[in-house]
């Protein structure tokens, strides 16, 4: 064992920080080169090296290492190196041409290191550091060349896999036809089928999306379907699932028909099934699709909601910029690009999604001729917004656009809306796209038979959501908006605070509907006539942690410390964010106004770092006879910013009603006698009069 190596390990045993200097300074570990090039320590060392490179005394003897690593190092170790070495911006001028060479060599192989060297390549190639042509040859053969192979040759799954993903990057940046056809090759290989699958589907969604008319852009994004729905065929592919269900929301919205309320349902559940998911896998370079996800979900919101077109959505820069979030999302890549290409061809320019909006824009056209006052109400928006820094040139040329089609008649080479309006019939007996716009079609001329049969559709629907009642989802929709209109909030976090929302509007449901007496009754909720017997606010919170963790997507932690400054009663984790759930008593002032006021900043506070949005769950004990309705229990207060140019807060206060008689007390003599002196009663003010 090397110096340097020992020196490691006391430091790993120490649990001290490892750095250059207390291993030696980079001078031990050239001097230990022929030793450390083939020990396990290496990649430790590599990140170091790269950490600190600046200050290193010679570049060209940590290429050498480097390089002298990458050449012998095991699939574990290699994987490591090279992700570290893509992703040092100050390293990878003077590394280029050594690792491009050593890497060429070592991807010859059918093993685990030939796939990794070669993605290597790859992504050398597509952050437009070396010319492609080479890296694109290699790619393609080596697609025939496996393709040919029998069980007793069989390649390293990790080279499959990795050929498969740079494939798939490859046909987004280049179109060239043997990129896709060698990427179908890969089907074979049925272990890696719904990969292929998906990276096929993602090079017809790009193609979809860049293609400069709605004849050309309308057959990549069906095919781009036909694969995710093969994808979809395996139960962990919730990405494809999500792609699928949004294409055919958009597709069938330039076809004529609505967003179901159903599809954007599913949409957010998928998205937070799958984005809670894939917190567990290892992220990589070719790995933006949680982003995605959120954006072609966005997108579906934006669409649904023109089904009621009014001032208070109508709001065209998010839809246009929806578009473009769909588009950018699927150019992600993790990948440096030098300063200055040094070669034209590495990089293409971005493309416009220029298909997009002229898919949508004769369903916005039909949609706005609807109205009496559409150009006016397009007139209104420009004047508004002509000077506003905020809104973009896209924007703006895309309402004149659609100003201009509406004053011309609405006229447009692209499909023109459907009169009927089947969606929910086809969303209760999930018909797939291509049957619904068949039947659509055939419906034309039936307008009251279609209105029969979607009738009949809603109906099976509402069957599907009991609880979702009208008095109780109009509740829901109330707060929704106005949590939005103070935080702006949108994505996943959105998701999420909609999640816990309709959590706790259902335990409030179930706080006013439980027993408070008898055997079944629930000790927190039960009346009580000495404050020493009132029941605590931890007898509820553990309660609903218990419910909370049966019924959301994230594990409730209890009593968590160091969550803006203080210690919170129940913390919801979602990767990146978390949510908090504040639980107080009120023995004194039943009123939602008083709780709001007096409790509402400590949530607040606890999301001064993370999402502006906090929840505050009080189990009021006030003596009382009847309970508030459900709209009555639940209020959004905005809680203002400590210092001015800050985020305002929105907080949803939740009243859980204990210490209520049953409902049979109030047919009791002594209730009417309260009753009676309290208020005064007149049976003819309930007649019209």
Same mark, same amino acid.
């Given at each position: 064992?090397?110096?340097?190596?020992?020196?490691?390990?006391?430091?790993?045993?120490?649990?001290?920080?490892?750095?250059?200097?207390?291993?030696?300074?980079?001078?031990?570990?050239?001097?230990?080169?022929?030793?450390?090039?083939?020990?396990?320590?290496?990649?430790?060392?590599?990140?170091?090296?790269?950490?600190?490179?600046?200050?290193?005394?010679?570049? $060209?003897?940590?290429?050498?290492? %480097?390089?002298?690593?990458?050449?012998?190092?095991?699939?574990?170790? =290699?994987?490591?190196?090279?992700?570290?070495?893509?992703?040092? !911006?100050?390293?990878?001028?003077?590394?280029?041409?050594?690792?491009?060479?050593?890497?060429?060599?070592?991807?010859?192989?059918?093993?685990?290191?030939?796939?990794?060297?070669?993605?290597?390549?790859?992504?050398?190639?597509?952050?437009?550091?070396?010319?492609? =042509?080479?890296?694109?040859?290699?790619?393609?053969?080596?697609?025939?060349? /496996?393709?040919?192979?029998?069980?007793?040759?069989?390649?390293?799954?990790?080279?499959?896999?990795?050929?498969?993903?740079?494939?798939?990057?490859?046909?987004?940046?280049?179109?060239?036809?043997?990129?896709?056809?060698?990427?179908?090759?890969?089907?074979?290989?049925?272990?890696?089928?719904?990969?292929?699958?998906?990276?096929?589907?993602?090079?017809?969604?790009? !193609?979809?999306?860049?293609?400069?008319?709605?004849?050309?852009?309308?057959?990549?994004?069906?095919?781009?379907?036909?694969?995710?729905?093969?994808? &979809?065929?395996?139960?962990?592919?919730?990405?494809?699932?999500?792609?699928?269900?949004?294409?055919?929301?958009?597709?069938?919205?330039?076809?004529?028909?609505?967003? #179901?309320?159903?599809?954007?349902?599913?949409?957010?559940?998928?998205?937070?099934?799958?984005?809670?998911?894939?917190?567990?896998?290892?992220?990589?370079?070719?790995?933006?699709?949680?982003?995605?996800?959120?954006?072609?979900?966005?997108?579906?919101?934006?669409?649904?909601?023109?089904? $009621?077109?009014?001032?208070?959505?109508?709001?065209?820069?998010?839809? %246009?910029?929806?578009?473009?979030?769909?588009?950018?999302?699927?150019?992600?890549?993790?990948?440096?690009?030098?300063?200055?290409?040094?070669? &034209?061809?590495?990089?293409?320019?971005?493309?416009?999604?220029?298909?997009?909006?002229?898919?949508?824009?004769?369903?916005? #056209?039909?949609?706005?001729?609807?109205?009496?006052?559409? #150009?006016?109400?397009?007139?209104?928006?420009?004047?508004?917004?002509?000077?506003?820094?905020?809104?973009?040139?896209?924007?703006?040329?895309?309402?004149?656009?659609?100003?201009? =089609? /509406?004053?011309?008649?609405?006229?447009?080479?692209?499909?023109?809306?459907?009169?009927?309006?089947?969606?929910?019939?086809?969303?209760? =007996?999930?018909?797939?796209?291509?049957?619904?716009?068949?039947?659509?079609? /055939?419906?034309?001329?039936?307008?009251?038979? #279609?209105? $029969?049969?979607?009738?009949?559709?809603?109906?099976?629907?509402?069957?599907?959501?009991?609880?979702?009642?009208?008095?109780?989802?109009?509740?829901?929709?109330?707060?929704?908006?106005?949590?939005?209109?103070?935080?702006?909030?949108?994505?996943?976090?959105?998701?999420?605070?909609?999640?816990?929302?309709?959590?706790?509007?259902?335990?409030?449901?179930?706080?006013?509907?439980?027993?408070?007496?008898?055997? /079944?009754?629930?000790?927190?909720?039960?009346?009580?006539?000495?404050?020493?017997?009132?029941?605590?606010?931890?007898?509820?919170?553990?309660?609903?942690?218990?419910?909370?963790?049966?019924?959301?997507?994230?594990?409730?932690?209890?009593?968590?410390?160091?969550?803006? !400054?203080?210690?919170?009663?129940?913390?919801?984790?979602?990767?990146?964010?978390?949510?908090?759930?504040?639980?107080?008593?009120?023995?004194?002032?039943?009123?939602?106004?008083?709780?709001?006021?007096?409790?509402?900043?400590?949530?607040?506070?606890?999301?001064?770092? $993370?999402?502006?949005?906090?929840?505050?769950?009080?189990?009021?004990?006030?003596?009382? *006879?009847?309970?508030?309705?459900?709209?009555?229990?639940?209020?959004?207060?905005?809680?203002?910013?400590?210092?001015?140019?800050?985020?305002?807060?929105?907080?949803?206060?939740?009243?859980?009603?204990?210490?209520?008689?049953?409902?049979?007390?109030?047919?009791?003599?002594?209730?009417?006698?309260?009753?009676?002196?309290? *208020?005064?009663?007149?049976?003819?003010?309930?007649?019209?009069?």
């Amino acid at each position: 064992m090397s110096d340097v190596s020992e020196r490691l390990e006391q430091l790993r045993q120490a649990g001290e920080e490892f750095t250059l200097d207390a291993l030696g300074g980079f001078e031990a570990i050239w001097s230990a080169r022929e030793a450390l090039v083939v020990s396990p320590d290496m990649p430790v060392l590599i990140t170091l090296t790269l950490d600190e490179w600046s200050g290193l005394p010679s570049h $060209d003897q940590a290429a050498e290492l %480097i390089s002298a690593a990458v050449e012998v190092q095991d699939a574990f170790a =290699l994987d490591d190196i090279v992700e570290d070495v893509l992703s040092c !911006a100050e390293a990878l001028p003077v590394l280029v041409d050594p690792l491009s060479r050593v890497l060429a060599r070592r991807a010859q192989g059918r093993d685990a290191e030939a796939g990794i060297t070669l993605e290597g390549l790859a992504r050398l190639a597509l952050g437009g550091w070396t010319k492609p =042509l080479r890296v694109l040859s290699q790619l393609v053969d080596l697609a025939g060349e /496996l393709t040919e192979t029998t069980a007793t040759d069989a390649p390293d799954p990790v080279l499959v896999q990795r050929l498969v993903r740079c494939l798939g990057a490859a046909a987004e940046r280049w179109e060239h036809e043997e990129i896709p056809d060698a990427l179908k090759s890969l089907l074979l290989f049925e272990d890696h089928e719904d990969d292929v699958c998906f990276e096929l589907a993602m090079v017809h969604l790009h !193609a979809g999306l860049t293609r400069s008319t709605v004849e050309m852009a309308l057959p990549e994004l069906q095919n781009a379907r036909e694969w995710l729905s093969r994808c &979809s065929r395996y139960e962990d592919r919730l990405d494809a699932r999500i792609f699928q269900t949004s294409l055919d929301a958009l597709i069938g919205f330039a076809s004529g028909q609505s967003v #179901a309320d159903v599809s954007v349902s599913e949409l957010h559940t998928l998205v937070g099934e799958y984005r809670l998911t894939s917190l567990q896998e290892e992220p990589t370079w070719r790995h933006p699709r949680a982003d995605a996800t959120v954006a072609w979900v966005q997108l579906a919101d934006r669409l649904h909601a023109l089904q $009621d077109l009014d001032d208070a959505w109508w709001d065209p820069p998010a839809l %246009i910029s929806a578009m473009a979030q769909v588009y950018s999302a699927h150019r992600t890549l993790h990948l440096l690009a030098p300063p200055d290409l040094a070669y &034209s061809d590495g990089v293409p320019t971005p493309q416009n999604t220029a298909a997009l909006p002229q898919l949508l824009q004769p369903r916005l #056209a039909s949609v706005l001729t609807a109205r009496s006052d559409s #150009a006016l109400f397009l007139d209104r928006w420009l004047a508004v917004n002509a000077d506003n820094p905020d809104t973009s040139d896209t924007a703006r040329s895309a309402i004149l656009d659609l100003r201009e =089609l /509406l004053r011309t008649g609405g006229e447009s080479d692209a499909p023109k809306g459907e009169a009927v309006d089947i969606r929910a019939a086809t969303s209760a =007996l999930v018909l797939p796209h291509a049957v619904g716009m068949r039947l659509t079609q /055939l419906l034309h001329d039936y307008p009251d038979l #279609a209105q $029969d049969i979607n009738d009949a559709g809603q109906v099976v629907l509402s069957s599907r959501h009991p609880d979702l009642s009208e008095y109780f989802n109009n509740t829901f929709q109330c707060l929704r908006k106005e949590v939005e209109r103070i935080t702006g909030i949108s994505g996943e976090a959105a998701l999420r605070v909609e999640e816990v929302l309709l959590f706790l509007m259902r335990y409030t449901r179930w706080a006013i509907d439980a027993e408070t007496g008898g055997a /079944l009754g629930e000790p927190f909720l039960r009346p009580f006539t000495k404050e020493e017997k009132a029941p605590e606010e931890v007898d509820m919170a553990k309660d609903l942690a218990k419910r909370a963790y049966t019924a959301l997507g994230a594990s409730p932690r209890w009593e968590v410390k160091n969550i803006g !400054a203080g210690r919170t009663d129940i913390v919801l984790f979602y990767g990146a964010f978390h949510l908090v759930i504040e639980c107080k008593r009120e023995l004194d002032n039943p009123s939602m106004d008083y709780l709001a006021s007096r409790y509402s900043v400590q949530p607040a506070e606890y999301g001064a770092t $993370d999402v502006a949005v906090g929840f505050l769950v009080v189990l009021e004990l006030t003596a009382k *006879t009847r309970k508030a309705q459900l709209h009555q229990c639940l209020s959004v207060t905005e809680v203002p910013p400590a210092e001015p140019g800050g985020r305002p807060h929105a907080v949803i206060t939740v009243r859980i009603q204990g210490n209520t008689r049953s409902p049979s007390y109030s047919s009791t003599p002594a209730a009417y006698r309260t009753r009676s002196r309290t *208020t005064a009663t007149h049976p003819s003010s309930a007649l019209p009069e």
